[in-house]
C-alpha cells in the first residue's frame, strides 16, 4: 500500500493542480479511487482482468477518453501537452508506471461526469459517485468495504 499522505502531498494534488483541474472534492475522490481499485496502490495490475494502474482503469475505457473526449477538450488537451507530455495518446502502459499520469487519467474520466463532484468530507457521497461514474455497475462490491478501505488507506 502507498503512504497516502505522500501520495496526496506529492502526487494527486501536483497532478490536478497542472490538470487544472484541483478542488478538495477532486482529491477525495481521487484518493477513494485508488483505495477502492488498487487496496491503496498494492495492486498496479488487476488480477483477474485488463485494468491498470493504481486506479485500474481498462484500456477500453482509457482509449475511449484519448478518442471522445481528450480529443475535442482543447484546455485538457493543452495542459496534458505541456505539463505531462502528452501531445498524443501515450501507450496504456503508462498507467502502471506513472502515478501523476493516472492520475489525471482518473480525474478526467471524472470530467466526462456532468454531475457536480460531491463533497469532500462525504463519504457516502464519494462512494455513491465513485459508484456511478467510475466502477461498473456490474461490479458487486460492497460499500461499507470500500468505505473501510478508504479509512484504512486514509490512516
Known amino acids: 500500500m502507498l503512504d497516502y499522505k505522500q501520495l496526496k502531498t506529492l502526487v494527486v494534488i501536483p497532478a490536478l493542480h497542472d490538470l487544472v483541474l484541483l478542488s478538495d472534492a477532486a482529491v477525495e475522490l481521487i484518493l477513494f479511487t485508488c483505495a477502492a481499485e ?9 488480477s483477474k482482468g485488463h485494468a491498470l494502474g493504481i486506479y ?3 484500456p477500453v475505457i482509457y482509449n475511449d477518453i484519448w478518442q471522445n473526449y481528450i480529443r475535442i477538450q482543447q484546455s485538457i488537451r493543452l495542459q496534458l501537452l505541456y505539463n505531462f507530455l502528452a501531445p498524443v495518446m ?16 482518473a480525474r478526467i474520466h471524472y470530467a466526462r461526469a456532468k454531475e457536480p463532484l460531491p463533497d469532500a468530507k462525504d463519504v457516502d457521497a464519494i462512494y455513491d459517485y465513485y459508484k456511478t461514474f467510475y466502477n461498473s455497475r456490474l461490479d458487486t462490491s460492497d460499500k461499507s468495504k470500500l468505505i473501510a478501505d478508504y479509512f484504512k488507506f486514509k490512516n
Do not use: C, V, W
Open 38 to 46: 488498487s487496496k491503496g496502490g498494492t495492486y498496479i495490475h488487476q
Open 56 to 58: 485500474n482503469m481498462q
Open 90 to 105: 501515450p501507450s496504456e502502459e503508462r498507467l502502471i508506471y506513472d502515478l501523476r499520469f493516472a492520475t489525471a487519467m
